[in-house]
């Protein structure tokens, strides 16, 4: 079991940038594959980005491509979420997911592909 829990969430300006973190209490961050998602008003939960277990492998929405940067560091036992040129778009609750798997070099995309969720955290962009 790990628990997950977000960080760094704000009001920020069109333009500017923030950095999510999520911090897993438990088994360090190399042993799961993770990702993060955001779930706008009246909208479904999408991802955003995700890493493989080796860190080696990534992916990225077509939104935030070029934009948004997924990282983990597994000393701390933490996953980031470095997000530049923010735009209003950009506003919802972000969301920390992991999920043990065996492949190192998978990145998965679906919300059932992760059974860790954290507890979310809002972000919130100013036009």
């Known amino acids: 079991q790990v628990q997950l829990v977000e960080s760094g969430g704000g009001l920020v300006q069109a333009g500017g940038s923030l950095r999510l973190s999520c911090a897993a209490s438990?088994?360090?961050?190399?042993?799961?594959?993770s990702g993060w998602f955001r779930q706008a008003p009246g909208k479904e939960r999408e991802v955003v980005a995700a890493?493989?277990?080796?860190?080696?492998?990534?992916y990225y929405a077509d939104s935030v491509k070029g934009r948004f940067t997924i990282s983990t560091d597994n000393a701390k036992n933490t996953m980031f979420l470095q997000m530049n040129s923010l735009k209003p778009e950009d506003t919802a609750v972000y969301y920390c997911?992991?999920?043990?798997?065996?492949?190192?070099?998978?990145?998965?995309?679906?919300?059932?592909?992760?059974?860790?969720w954290g507890q979310g955290t809002q972000v919130t962009v100013s036009s």
């Open positions: 997911a992991a999920a043990v798997r065996t492949d190192p070099s998978g990145v998965y995309l679906g919300r059932s592909d992760y059974e860790f």
């Open positions: 438990g088994r360090t961050y190399s042993r799961y594959t």
């Open positions: 890493i493989s277990r080796s860190g080696f492998n990534t």
